[in-house]
Nanobody
Framework: QVQLVESGGGLVQPGGSLRLSCTIA????????MGWYRQAPGKERELVAH???????NYEDSVKGRLTISRDNAKNTVYLQMNSLKPEDTAVYYC?????????????WGKGTLVTVSL
């Protein structure tokens, strides 16, 4: 059983910072690409940040310069450092990972963690 366990969400004031963490657990051979998605009320789920197995990153335009994705392969963990947060960043954030299992690739999602940016 593969599980993605997220932490770090919560309430933060505008201009504040949070760091989200996502650790993948289970009997896996390796982790390939990982990403953070978010879904705000009434909106479709969108890709926020992506990081490849080699460390290359890609960001949604509205978060460039404010959010940074990184990974620690030794800990099977991906992070999202969130700075200069805006109310528009309020959403449920989901971790996603592509992993190698026994002879095949699989995609897995975390359950989501709520980030609320408000006074």
């Amino acid at each position: 059983q593969v599980q993605l366990v997220e932490s770090g969400g919560g309430l933060v004031q505008p201009g504040g910072s949070l760091r989200l963490s996502c650790t993948i657990a289970g009997i896996i051979f390796s982790i390939n690409d990982m990403g953070w998605y978010r879904q705000a009320p009434g909106k479709e789920r969108e890709l926020v940040a992506h990081i490849s197995s080699g460390g290359a990153t890609n960001y949604e335009d509205s978060v460039k310069g404010r959010l940074t994705i990184s990974r620690d392969n030794a800990k099977n963990t991906v992070y999202l450092q969130m700075n200069s947060l805006k109310p528009e960043d309020t959403a449920v954030y989901y971790c996603n990972a592509e992993v190698w299992l026994l002879g095949r690739r699989g995609n897995y999602w975390g359950k989501g963690t709520l980030v609320t940016v408000s006074l």
